[in-house]
């Protein structure tokens, strides 16, 4: 069809096929279906070998891997953040790159540590099977190690990055975020330990 109309002319479509001005049926609906199939086919096999080609990254190089979803992840989620600030407040909308690039310098340094946490607890306690010591062990060492740790150095690069006090910005929000912290993460992560692969960890705690 795109090819007849760039030939200009009029262009006719009907049951049997797709007709030039001159009713001479150039494209049969046979063959159209067949090349349509065949795209779709194509379309496909490319997302499969796309998407296994990004889950073997995540065995081959998780530090890399982790590092660069991270940034994605983070900088879309700041983008959308900033915009709903804005309509919220009432505000003209205006991007700050300065707060873009702190998120992201933060997910290169914060997300491949934590993708070594995930294995270093898969290999130490082994791979969840069901509620159990196990699951707990697991929910307890990210509440009371890992989440604390995450946390405390997310607030404290934001105030660096902001030019503001460190110690100040520690005792406003880390009670605060912990308490948060406490009350939503331990139902995500006992289903995460449960069902998530240990490579998929760290995204999964990205969103």
Known sequence: LALLLCRGGDVAIHRRGIADGGGRFSYPMHAIRR????????GRIGLDRAVNALSRSFDTHPLITNAAAGVVVTTTGDALSQRAMAYNRD??????????????????MAYPCMSKWYRFTEKTFGATTGFGWNLGIKVLLDEIVLAPVFNGAYITWCALTQGRSVQEALEDKFVKVMLGDFVYWPGMMTFCFLKVPVKFRTIYVMF
């Open 35 to 42: 090349y349509t199939t065949a795209m779709q086919s194509t």
């Open 91 to 108: 505000e003209d909308y205006s991007h700050s790159w300065d707060r873009t690039r702190a998120v992201a310098g933060f997910a290169v």
